[in-house]
C-alpha cells in the first residue's frame, strides 16, 4: 500500500496485540510527523526493554536484574503467595495496596482451545516454591473467565495435598473480564473477600 519503510513501520505495528491496520496505519503516520526527539526515546524505550528486561527468576514477573522489586522487598510477606496470569495483573494487585505478600506469575492460563496445557505455564515452578515450606497461603487471582476458572481449579486440585490455604477472589469482578480493567476499589474488594477453595 505504502512504499518501503513506511508499509514495513505499519506491518510491524499491526503485530502488536490489540492494534488493528487502521491503528497501526494511525500510529505510523502519528511518528513520521514527530520531533525527531521524541521518536528517539521510543526507540530507546525500546532497546532498554530487550537489553535489560527480563522475567524475575523467582516469581516471573518483569525485572531489571535477577529478582524483581517486590521479590527484593525484605519487607514483603513470605507466607503468603498470589498467583496472576501475567505482569500486568501484579501491577493492578499493586495498585489496590492490599497485597502485602509475593506473587507467582504463570504466563497465561490454561486455554485447551488455544493449546495451552499446564506445562506451558510456570506451575511446576509454583509447586517447587511451594514445596519449600515457607508459603502457608495461596491467593489464586486468575483472571475472572473461562480460562482463569479452570487454571484456578486446576491449581487447587494440584495443591490440595500440600496442605495450604488457598482461596479465590470474590466475586463482583466483572465476569468473562481481565483483572486489569477491574478498577481499584472492586478490585481491593474482591481480595478482602476471597474465598477459601476447599480442594
Ligand atoms: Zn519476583
Request: some cysteine; overall charge negative; proline content about 5%.
Amino acid at each position: 500500500m505504502y512504499e518501503g519503510a513506511v508499509q514495513d513501520l505499519i506491518d510491524e505495528l499491526g503485530r502488536l496485540p490489540g492494534v488493528g491496520p487502521k491503528s497501526a496505519q494511525r500510529i505510523a503516520f502519528h511518528l513520521l510527523a514527530a520531533e525527531s526527539a521524541d521518536v528517539g526515546r521510543l526507540v530507546a524505550a525500546l532497546q532498554r526493554v530487550q537489553a535489560e528486561v527480563r522475567f524475575c527468576s523467582t516469581c516471573y514477573n518483569v525485572a531489571e536484574g535477577e529478582q524483581c522489586r517486590i521479590c527484593r522487598d525484605p519487607r514483603r510477606a513470605d507466607d503468603v503467595i498470589c498467583v496472576v496470569e501475567e505482569p500486568k495483573d501484579v501491577v493492578a494487585i499493586e495498585r489496590t495496596r492490599e497485597f502485602r505478600g509475593r506473587y507467582h506469575v504463570l504466563g497465561g492460563a490454561i486455554s485447551p482451545i488455544e493449546g495451552v496445557g499446564p506445562d506451558d505455564l510456570r506451575v511446576k515452578e509454583l509447586m517447587t516454591r511451594l514445596m519449600n515450606g515457607a508459603v502457608t497461603e495461596l491467593i489464586i487471582a486468575t483472571d475472572p473467565n473461562l480460562e482463569g476458572e479452570a487454571t484456578a481449579a486446576y491449581l487447587a486440585r494440584l495443591v490440595g495435598p500440600l496442605g495450604l490455604a488457598v482461596s479465590r477472589l470474590a466475586s463482583g469482578l466483572p465476569v468473562g473480564g481481565d483483572l486489569e480493567y477491574a478498577d481499584e476499589v472492586t478490585l481491593g474488594r474482591a481480595f478482602e473477600g476471597r474465598r477459601r477453595i476447599d480442594a
